[in-house]
């Protein structure tokens, strides 16, 4: 067996470019399926990353508005606002939910309030429509971590006052600078009409299309602003040591809430707005149905490449069956070139995907703003290879590789010797050859 193993191997290095193009096109192929992957598993981490740890964490509190929204609205968390004409309700909803939280502080690794409502930008330029988030330092940081804020431009504290960050999106369509003092005109949470100025101290890159309108400031400025207490707020995002007891744990919280007012509702953050859950499993469902297309094309590249090369080395073939050597020695030979071509191949190309995937998924990948932003989830795509893609994509084109000799390979292997020293075929089906050569029989021609 090493003897043919190593005729195989020579085979290779006497046929560069016959081996070249072969190993080429495997190489290419699994190239294009394993960044396929990471591309699509980016796309849909860009659209979970910003659900889950931007809109709802393991556990979301909203009001009771929120709730009559469809769960497939995109809107449904972002439009929860507390009534101010049930100020009493909100209370005991609030009282009821700190001492809840209270008593399971050991269950919970971190919770943030939200203040975020809708405010109008007012430029030298224009005015336009916006979204206010106030945050604490902490969820600065947190968001920070997850890369769903990369400022691109100053610094931003979340201890200053009268300071905000605004989008590369807002400050490109407003001529806007860092250094520059805007007015955010608002209708407060009890309807007065507040209005006050603020220095914009950072630019942050553009990430998820819908939140690009968003104007960070501190929490302290945002309650300021809105006429919020210290206790109040639109939504809450609820982290837990154990995601797996989210649904227990949302469960107790609210029970514990709907005993008082009711005003105030807890749920589970992957149940609380499935739009962009399923949003996230289209873009995967969108990208198998390519890498389905994909592999149909491959597993006809690879073999219609493998006949021609055998085809062309029909004449060497036929000196080695003249000179000894059987079907199963000529077929084992066809086979380990092509094991050893597309072992040697797949493996330059995990090695050069994986290094490709490992520098972008820190710097990102620029594609645009507009409508490749909403395709790809932000102006910047973080691909993402997860070790069972790179098991799948290996195997799928190392069985694509080794079957596409086992046709031509067989037949060619069958051939009377004349036939194939003269590179002539003759036509008949693979079957009747291979029976013709079991039982020794002549089968007549059809």
Same mark, same amino acid.
């Given at each position: 067996m090493s003897k043919l193993i190593t005729i195989?191997?020579?085979?290779?290095?006497?046929?560069?470019?016959?081996?070249?193009?072969?190993?080429?096109?495997?190489?290419?192929?699994?190239?294009?399926?394993?960044?396929s992957n990471a591309v699509g598993n980016g796309t849909a981490d860009a659209i979970l990353a910003e659900y889950y740890y931007q809109q709802a964490g393991d556990v979301v509190l909203l009001w009771e508005k929120a709730l009559e929204i469809e769960k497939d609205s995109p809107s449904r968390i972002y439009l929860s606002q507390f009534e101010a004409d049930k100020a009493k309700d909100n209370k005991q909803a609030l009282a009821s939910l700190e001492s809840f939280l209270k008593q399971h502080e050991s269950e919970i690794d971190r919770s943030f309030k939200v203040?975020?409502?809708?405010?109008?930008l007012v430029t030298p330029e224009d005015i336009i429509n916006v979204n206010v988030y106030g945050m604490s330092e902490g969820e600065w940081i947190f968001l920070k971590q997850k890369k769903l804020i990369q400022l691109e431009q100053g610094q931003f504290d979340p201890q200053a006052d009268s300071t905000i960050s605004i989008s590369r999106l807002i400050a490109d369509t407003n001529n806007l600078a860092v250094g520059d003092w805007v007015t955010l005109d608002v209708t407060s949470a009890y309807g007065a009409n507040n209005s006050l100025e603020y220095k914009i101290s950072a630019i942050y890159k553009n990430g998820v299309p819908w939140n690009n309108d968003y104007i960070y400031m501190t929490?302290?400025?945002?309650? *300021? !602003?809105?006429?919020?207490?210290?206790?109040?707020?639109?939504?809450? &995002?609820?982290? @837990?040591?154990?995601?797996?007891?989210?649904?227990?744990?949302?469960?107790?919280?609210?029970?514990?809430?709907?005993?008082?007012s009711g005003v105030l509702r807890a749920l589970e953050g992957k149940e609380a707005g499935i739009f962009f859950t399923q949003q996230a499993e289209f873009f995967k469902?969108?990208?198998?149905?390519?890498?389905?297309? *994909? !592999?149909?094309?491959?597993?006809?590249?690879?073999?219609?490449?493998? &006949?021609?090369? @055998?085809?062309?080395?029909?004449?060497?073939?036929?000196t080695l069956r003249a000179i000894g050597y059987n079907r199963r020695q000529n077929f084992f030979i066809i086979f380990c070139e092509i094991f050893l071509l597309a072992f040697f191949s797949l493996l330059c190309a995990f090695l050069l995907s994986s290094v490709i995937v490992l520098i972008t998924s820190q710097t990102g990948i620029y594609v645009g703003s507009g409508a490749a932003s909403w395709l790809f989830g932000g102006d910047y795509l973080y691909p993402r290879l997860e070790y069972q893609d790179v098991l799948f994509a290996l195997a799928v084109i190392f069985i694509l590789?080794?079957?596409?000799?086992?046709?031509?390979?067989?037949?060619?292997?069958?051939?009377?010797?004349?036939?194939?020293?003269?590179?002539?075929?003759?036509?008949?089906?693979l079957t009747i050859m291979v029976l013709r050569n079991i039982f020794k029989t002549r089968i007549p021609p059809s």
């Open positions: 195989a191997f020579r085979n290779i290095i006497k046929n560069k470019k016959r081996s070249l193009y072969i190993g080429l096109a495997i190489f290419i192929s699994c190239f294009i399926l394993l960044i203040v975020r409502r809708g405010a109008l929490d302290k400025d945002a309650r *300021l !602003l809105y006429d919020f207490d210290k206790q109040d707020l639109d939504s809450m &995002r609820i982290y @837990l040591k154990n995601k797996d007891t989210a649904a227990a744990f949302t469960r107790k919280l609210d029970s514990s809430l709907t005993e008082g469902s969108l990208y198998a149905f390519f890498v389905t297309f *994909l !592999l149909i094309i491959i597993g006809f590249g690879i073999r219609a490449t493998v &006949r021609m090369n @055998l085809f062309e080395r029909m004449s060497e073939f036929g590789s080794l079957l596409a000799p086992f046709k031509p390979g067989l037949k060619l292997c069958y051939q009377k010797i004349a036939d194939v020293l003269l590179k002539r075929q003759e036509k008949r089906p």
